[in-house]
């Protein structure tokens, strides 16, 4: 059974900086994309970042590159968020992602299967 | 802003066809696939059309994808009280390399 669970949200100052983490289960992580997809309070879904299965390739959003890194540690079933520089405009609520098939290398062909129930980011100071 | 436009709302009495549109451009609808998801409040976004047209095991015939050119389309025939959601379309676009959500559309069902 495929499991995503978010952690690591909480209240931040701006400009600090927050790592989320995305504990997963049931599948191999180093076989599928993974994303970030966070929606901002009253506003919609906005994707953030993938990490393809390959583990070289990253693609990002403008809004975000350059200050978020997405990574993960394959020993520890864990994907990762790096957000750095904290802006009140990165108050939302984060989910991670996975694409449906394995192996995807067209990200045009990446369908997002399964979600987390995210965990909520609220920069403030 | 968002470069996929779609609908902010919709709405539509039981049993009534509603349809969704989704407006891009050549560098994301109009060249690449686009997936449809349902959000319901509190719970986790869900695939609904995968490439444009195909549904995912377990999602009922009701819902329907289509595309023509830069726009798409979800349709829901025979809407029920528990369609009421926002659905958002997305697609990757090959100009800046990375997936773009529609802005969303909620779905009121009378």
């Known amino acids: 059974q495929v499991q995503l669970v978010e952690s690591g949200g909480g209240v931040v100052q701006p400009g600090r900086s927050l790592r989320l983490s995305c504990a997963t289960s049931?599948?191999?992580?180093?076989?599928?994309?993974l994303h970030w997809v966070r929606q901002a309070p009253g506003k919609g879904l906005e994707w953030l970042a993938v990490?393809?299965?390959?583990?070289?390739?990253?693609n990002y959003a403008e809004s975000v590159k350059g200050r978020f890194t997405i990574s993960r540690d394959n020993s520890d079933n864990t994907l990762y968020l790096q957000i750095n520089s904290l802006r009140a405009e990165d108050t939302g609520l984060y989910y991670c992602?996975?694409?449906?098939?394995?192996?995807?290398?067209?990200?045009?062909?990446?369908?997002?299967?399964?979600w987390g129930q995210g965990t909520q980011v609220t920069v403030s100071s | 802003q968002s470069v996929v436009t779609q609908p902010p709302s919709a709405s539509g009495t039981p049993g009534q066809r509603v349809n969704i549109s989704c407006s891009g451009s050549?560098?994301?609808?109009?060249?690449?696939?686009v997936y449809w998801y349902q959000h319901l409040p509190g719970s986790a976004p869900k695939l609904l059309i995968y490439?444009?047209?195909q549904r995912p095991s377990g999602v009922p015939d009701r819902f329907s994808g289509s595309k023509s050119g830069t726009s798409a389309y979800l349709a829901i025939s025979g809407v029920r009280s528990e369609d009421e959601a926002d659905y958002y379309c997305?697609?990757?676009?090959?100009?800046?390399?990375?997936?773009?959500f529609g802005g969303g559309t909620r779905l009121t069902v009378l």
């Open positions: 992602a996975r694409d449906l098939d394995p192996s995807v290398a067209v990200p045009a062909a990446m369908r997002i299967g399964y």
């Open positions: 050549s560098s994301n609808v109009g060249n690449n696939y």
């Open positions: 490439r444009d047209i």
């Open positions: 997305a697609a990757w676009d090959d100009r800046v390399s990375a997936m773009k």
């Open positions: 990490l393809w299965y390959d583990g070289l390739h990253k």
């Open positions: 049931g599948f191999t992580l180093s076989s599928y994309g």
